[in-house]
Every structure is written in structure tokens, then in C-alpha cells.
């Protein structure tokens, strides 16, 4: 078993919880006995009975007989935990290769979109698809309308007929694993109205975090320059985007800001980080960003992260963060740590968030190519305000209600998240978000399949 060191570059992590960076090493060819079912179920219980943040609620003794992969055991072991809403699935077994791939250049294998659910009227459509996928090449693009899903085009089934048999689980069943080579047959129907149908291949394709596209641009609202920011994820490669982009803003003097992360499920600590100082640049080396805290046995570990403006940042004066049921972990700590700097000209827009405060570090037992993502210690902003476990609606000092609008661009003043951020950097009216409750904050869920994939957890709804 190889410890990782991400003590040290720990990340908060995914809608459905994920996280962070986190070193492995090199270790003997495995043996038999050292990556069977037992073996690797004994070690991940040890890894939790060390570092889990909760230790309280780990049963003092669960047999793994019975349970058939690790994963299982997991969720048996912090079952409780799960209950009181702290671990979501949060905790979880994944490959090391998969998830350095990821974290390191966003690599992925689909067809390169991800899809939202109309829970209401049963109907799929796609939120958004990134460049240089199968998705986007083959004319799919956000507000694309799936109608019909199948492996050829004469076993296709209808979209509300998957959903009715088999619940949202359908829909990503229908699609497949993410493995490269594997071809679906969808009906879909362009915004213009038209139907097609169409084969589409799946491809091994690195993720852009920050869209050539829309992901960085400068909103003129009635003379006034706003800067607009769509992240996606947070990884390595979004860091030089990041810093372009608030370059340009600097240069122009934007001190009012759009920050979308309405579909960002988290990601690396070291880009949230990046993120809030350079949205920081009137903030000093003295003030708090966020502290970081560890179960009473591994306190040796906590940590306070100050403010340390780039020479790209600016001084944000008011900022419009633009969040969703989807937005979760890395993103919810930029907005969290903003709040006792900025109190009521900070605002969460749209609906309300997934609601994790904590944060995973990584366990590696390199020999069987496992990484444990064990969640470890909660995150907290300069004024301790932490366990926003139900979202940050309640947390936030103002809220503005708004719908995702498929039908429109994303960072498009017609979209209605947009044109609500836009309303509330101008100091115009607004309904405020009433409900704590995500799952219920609006009709468009983002899809996610039962066992989800390292990008997955990370970027809701992708496919």
C-alpha cells in the first residue's frame, strides 16, 4: 500500500463526491492474495478506520462476507454516515491510471456531452456538449433533444419509454460504459425542430475546462463591462484559461463578475484556490480564505489557506456565482469563501447546490491499480461557516431564482441564469431562492449513472 500525498494537494471533489490530486508510487507485481476481494476490502476498511472524518459512525465490527466488491463494503461501512447526509457515496474505490488521466488533462472516453432530465415531462435533452467530441462533430449541441436511444437503429426505444420502465438509471443504461469504440443509435431533435437520426461512436477525448467557445468573455450590460467565467471543471489544464481570462478582465478594469458553475461537480483544491485569489486581487496576505480540518486523531494535518493575489487578479466587488443541483465540493468552496468578504454583493443565481463541505484525501494501493477516496476533513470559510450539507442557498448572502434555459447559449444575456446574474449585478429586482432542498430546486436534473466514472463525478450529467 502506497499513501498518497494528498495531505498536501488534497481536493474537494465531485457532484456525486469526488476529489482531489494525490501521488502513488511504484510497487511489486501484485500476487493473488494481495489484490483478492478480502485483501483489498481489509485495507479499505483499515484506510477508514484511520482517516475517516466521521469515525463515529463506522460500525465497530461488519463482516465483508457478504458484500461481493469493495465498493459494496464501502458503502456498507459509512452507510450511517450516509444517513445523517455527511457521505453521499462520497467515499469511494476508483482507478489510479483513470484518475490521474483525468485530473492531470481531463481525459475521458464518450461522446462527449452531458444530458439533463425534464423530470416533469419526461424528456432528456442535452445541457451541453465540448469541443473535439463525437458529440459536437456529429451536430449535438446544447438544447439538443433526445428522443430515441438504442445499440442499432432498429432496436431504438423512445426516451419516455426507457424513463417510465426504468426511472433517469434507463437513460445511462441506455447509453453504455464509457468505452471507446462503442456506437449508439439516437433520434434527437435540433432547436430549429428538426428530427434526425444519427450513429454516434464513442472516442477517447481530453475535456477543455474552460470553453473556447463561451467558457471566457466580456458581457456589455446597458455600457457596463461584465466578466463571465463558465468553468467546467476543476483540473490542471484549467489554470492558464484562468489566468487569461482574468487577465483580460484586469485589463479592462472589471471589478463585476459572473462565475458559472452550474454544472461543475468540483475537482482539484489547488484550482479552487487559484480561483479565489484571482477573483481576489483587493484581498491581503493576511486574510483567510478557508481552513481545513481533520477528524481529533490527525488534527497534526489541518491547515489554513490565506489569500494570495496573481498578478492576473482582480478586485471583485461584486460577484454573480451561478449554481445548480450539480454544483457541488470545489465549487461551492470559491463561493462559501467569499461570503464574510463580501456578504450580500455575493449571490448564489439559479438554484440551490449539492451540498459538500468536505473534502476527500487519496489512499493508493498501487499494486492493484486501487485509490481510495476517503473523506477526510471539512472545509470552512474565514468566519467557520462550514456544513452546508443541504446546499448553499441558506449560506450565501443574497439569492436570485432562475431556471437553466437550454434553448439559449450558455453565458448568452438571453439565457435566463445569465440574464438573472446580469439583473443582480445591476441591482435589479430578484426572487430569491426559497428552498434548501436540492433535489426538489428545479425540473432539469442532470443524468448520472449509478456507478459513475472519475470525469463523471466531477463533470454531472457527462456522457
Not at 443509435?185 to 461512436?201: E, P, Y
Not at 437553466?404 to 441564469?417: M, N, W, Y
Request: with cysteine; glycine share 10%.
Amino acid at each position: 500500500m502506497t499513501a498518497s500525498a494528498a495531505l498536501i494537494s488534497a481536493c474537494s471533489g465531485g457532484g456525486s463526491g469526488s476529489v482531489s490530486g494525490g501521488g502513488s508510487g511504484s510497487s511489486p507485481t501484485p500476487t493473488s492474495s494481495q489484490c483478492s476481494l478480502s485483501a483489498r476490502q481489509s485495507w479499505a476498511a483499515d484506510v477508514l478506520n484511520e482517516w475517516y472524518l466521521f469515525p463515529e459512525t463506522l460500525p465497530a465490527n461488519l463482516s465483508p462476507t457478504p458484500y461481493t466488491s469493495v465498493q459494496d463494503y464501502i458503502d456498507a461501512l459509512t452507510a450511517t454516515a450516509r444517513a445523517q447526509r455527511k457521505d453521499r457515496y462520497f467515499t469511494y474505490i476508483t482507478s489510479i491510471t483513470e484518475e490521474n488521466a483525468y485530473y492531470n488533462s481531463g481525459s475521458s472516453a464518450g461522446f462527449g456531452f452531458r444530458m439533463s432530465i425534464d423530470t416533469s415531462a419526461n424528456r432528456v435533452f442535452v445541457a451541453e456538449a465540448f469541443e473535439n467530441t463525437p458529440a459536437l462533430n456529429a451536430g449535438i449541441d446544447r438544447g439538443t433533444e433526445i428522443l430515441a436511444i438504442g445499440d442499432t437503429t432498429a432496436s431504438m426505444r423512445t426516451v419516455s419509454a426507457i424513463i417510465t420502465a426504468e426511472g433517469s438509471a434507463g437513460i445511462s443504461n441506455a447509453l453504455g460504459p464509457s468505452t471507446a469504440g462503442l456506437s449508439r443509435a439516437l433520434q434527437i431533435k435540433d432547436l430549429s425542430g428538426a428530427t434526425r437520426t444519427i450513429t454516434v461512436t464513442k472516442a477517447d477525448y481530453e475535456l477543455t475546462p474552460v470553453s473556447s467557445r463561451y467558457g471566457a468573455k466580456v458581457i456589455d450590460d446597458g455600457g457596463k463591462k461584465v466578466g463571465y467565467i463558465n468553468l467546467r471543471t476543476f483540473i490542471n489544464t484549467a489554470e492558464t484559461p484562468l489566468r487569461n481570462a482574468f487577465a483580460s478582465f484586469r485589463a479592462q478594469g472589471i471589478t463585476e463578475v459572473i462565475i458559472d458553475l452550474r454544472y461543475n461537480g468540483g475537482g482539484l483544491v489547488s484550482i479552487a484556490d487559484l480561483m479565489n485569489n484571482l477573483l481576489g486581487g483587493n484581498r491581503s496576505t493576511s486574510q483567510v480564505a478557508n481552513y481545513v480540518t481533520y477528524r481529533a486523531s490527525k488534527s497534526s494535518n489541518n491547515s489554513t489557506t490565506y489569500f494570495a493575489p496573481q498578478a492576473q487578479s482582480i478586485a471583485s466587488t461584486k460577484i454573480a456565482f451561478i449554481g445548480t443541483g450539480g454544483t457541488a465540493s470545489a465549487s461551492e468552496l470559491v463561493m462559501n469563501t467569499y461570503v464574510p468578504y463580501l456578504g450580500a454583493n455575493a449571490a448564489l443565481v439559479g438554484t440551490n447546490t449539492y451540498g459538500k463541505p468536505v473534502g476527500q484525501i487519496a489512499i493508493d494501493k498501487s499494486a492493484c491499480d486501487d485509490r481510495l477516496r476517503v473523506i477526510s476533513f471539512a472545509l470552512e470559510n474565514a468566519s467557520h461557516q462550514g456544513a452546508y450539507y443541504d446546499g448553499l442557498a441558506g449560506f450565501m448572502g443574497a439569492t436570485c431564482r432562475a431556471s437553466d434555459d437550454v434553448t439559449q447559449p450558455l453565458g448568452d444575456p438571453a439565457e435566463a441564469s445569465t440574464r438573472a446574474a446580469l439583473d443582480f449585478l445591476a441591482g435589479r429586482s430578484c426572487t430569491a431562492i426559497s428552498s434548501i432542498t436540492t433535489q426538489s430546486a428545479g425540473r432539469m436534473l442532470l443524468v448520472s449513472p449509478e456507478r459513475p466514472t472519475t470525469a463523471q463525478r466531477e463533470v454531472p450529467g457527462l456522457f
